[in-house]
């Protein structure tokens, strides 16, 4: 069943042009300089291919709550995966929507000088101005449509994704509205989203949370929202 994703309003994409990419359950909105549909699609068949080719020979790595080693022959999306989930303590397909966002659109810069690839609010970037983003914590929250950060141009792209117990249908064992992680790997940025939102159980866990995230290599910026109650660290500018 088709469901809105009325998140993806939250990403100001100016000057760029927006399209949907998708292939069975991955569902990409993508903006570039041009409308790139079909390499889009043509990316994630490939790297939907190779995941599943390697899955079929190692169900470990779907179904794995914690970090697995992958084998040499692994395709490269399936290692970058299972590095991050390592870091972050976490089974890699914690990893796949930021690795997938990442991936394709470091593929479609070659065609686009600019690229912001959103997949389920995991999102990686590639930009040359200042754009904004807004935070999506829940209809309810307070935060909702009043708070924003502010993404600076970065020459090699960015990942900043978001884990949610309260409003995310994907797993986590927390309770967390908005657990964001800025990385330059948005693979990272997708695990240590989960893994942070996992530690939150309530607003009381909200530094222990902030604290976890700065202790990992790689993470550049957190941001974790439980009701009224919010903490930030590092790359996080706040509008």
């Known amino acids: 069943m088709y469901k809105e994703r009325a998140y993806r309003r939250w990403v100001k994409s100016d000057g760029l042009v927006s399209f949907e990419a998708v292939v069975k359950e991955t569902d990409l909105f993508v903006s570039a300089d041009s409308d790139l549909k079909k390499e889009a699609v043509a990316s994630i068949m490939r790297y939907r291919g190779e995941l599943e080719d390697y899955i079929m020979k190692h169900e470990d790595f ?38 997938m966002a990442e991936f394709v659109g470091r593929g479609l810069l070659k065609l686009s000088g600019e690229i912001v690839v959103e997949n389920g609010g995991d999102i990686f970037l590639k930009i040359n101005k200042k754009r904004s983003m807004g935070i999506f914590a829940g209809e309810r929250s307070p935060f909702t449509g009043k708070l924003a950060i502010e993404i600076e141009p ?47 159980k309530s607003a009381s866990d909200i530094e222990k949370g902030v604290a976890f995230a700065k202790s990992v290599e790689g993470v550049r910026g957190v941001l974790i929202i439980v009701g009224d109650k919010l903490g930030s660290w590092g790359d996080i500018k706040l509008i």
């Open 154 to 200: 970065d020459k090699d792209g960015v990942g900043v994704c978001t884990s949610s117990g309260t409003v995310s249908h994907s797993l986590s064992f927390g309770n967390a509205d908005a657990a964001l992680i800025i990385s330059d790997n948005a693979a990272l940025a997708d695990a240590m989203a989960t893994a942070t939102g996992n530690l939150v």
């Open 62 to 99: 779907l179904t794995s709550l914690e970090p697995v080693e992958v084998k040499a022959d692994a395709p490269e999306i399936a290692k970058v995966m299972a590095a991050a989930a390592k870091k972050a303590g976490v089974g890699p397909m914690a990893a796949v929507a930021g690795a």
